[in-house]
């Protein structure tokens, strides 16, 4: 299974690994992989209209100085793949 993971969502990619490892123990899902890209945060200001890349907390533009600015990427949560294979037993 592969996840996008947005850096803003403050998920911390190896508690979800190890949660994810513990909950497929004992079910069909045991030994499935996990993997996960994570997506930067990206705002775009409201006043200036221009787009940047941020860190967990984004107070002002650093174009204009202004606050008031839109996220754009960084708080993904998505499944991007799920592969599946026939069981043989």
Known sequence: MTLKLGDFTRIVPESLLFCFEVAAR????QGAK???ETVPVRCRCA???E???AGRYVVL???CGKSGVELTSGNEL????V???ESTG
């Open 26 to 29: 004992g079910t069909v899902a």
């Open 34 to 36: 996990l993997k996960i």
């Open 47 to 49: 006043a200036c209209g």
């Open 51 to 53: 787009g940047f890349g």
């Open 61 to 63: 533009c650093p174009n």
């Open 78 to 81: 998505d499944v991007v793949e």
């Open 83 to 85: 592969e599946l294979t």
